[in-house]
């Protein structure tokens, strides 16, 4: 998919070195005024970070400038599975299937590179990411946000349903908001 400057291409296993960078410095820099150091840094790999199920289900998504394609420069998807939110070794993991008839597609994992914020780069994968989740039959979305994301997805139509602490392997505890988005 083309969109103004960035180009959506599907995610592969030969980017998750790549998209591992992108996420640590996207939280490091952009989530920096949200949480402290002990949080982010408890946070990266466990409740922030990739997770690769997504890659393997082919509904990641990687944005590239169209000047720069060897660039990600963010990157986000959605799912299919119960999982609401975390990297590979996150919480609550859940690969079960959900129903579209009556579940909510996850909306996973946005990251965008600090050198790209706040240039419309979120807005554009949350809308091809809610495209490809209505074309696989889902008609509800709902999401685990940082306190960075919050604006954006409510910006969307995302309402807060609660805020969740979210434990850390060093003993810190993180704030991630429950979203969700009903049908127009």
Wanted: with cysteine; proline share 7%.
């Amino acid at each position: 998919m083309t969109a103004g400057r960035f180009h959506i291409r599907t995610a592969t296993l030969n980017d998750v070195a790549a998209l591992n960078r992108l996420i640590e410095v996207s939280v490091r820099v952009l989530q920096r005024n949200d949480y402290t150091p002990a949080q982010i840094e408890g946070a990266l790999g466990h409740a922030l970070g990739l997770d690769t199920q997504l890659i393997e289900d082919a509904t990641y998504f990687v944005a590239s400038p169209h000047q720069q394609p060897e660039v990600i420069a963010g990157c986000g998807g959605w799912s299919f599975r119960k999982t609401l939110f975390g990297s590979d070794h996150g919480p609550e993991r859940t690969p079960a299937l959900l129903d579209p008839a009556t579940e909510p597609a996850k909306i996973r994992a946005f990251f965008v590179h600090p050198d790209w914020a706040r240039q419309g780069l979120g807005t554009l994968l949350l809308e091809h990411c809610e495209t490809a989740a209505r074309n696989a039959g889902f008609h509800r979305f709902e999401l685990g946000s940082t306190l960075t994301g919050v604006p954006l997805y409510s910006l969307h139509g995302y309402k807060a349903r609660q805020t969740v602490n979210v434990p850390l392997p060093n003993g810190e505890v993180v704030r991630v908001v429950h979203m969700v988005k009903e049908p127009d």
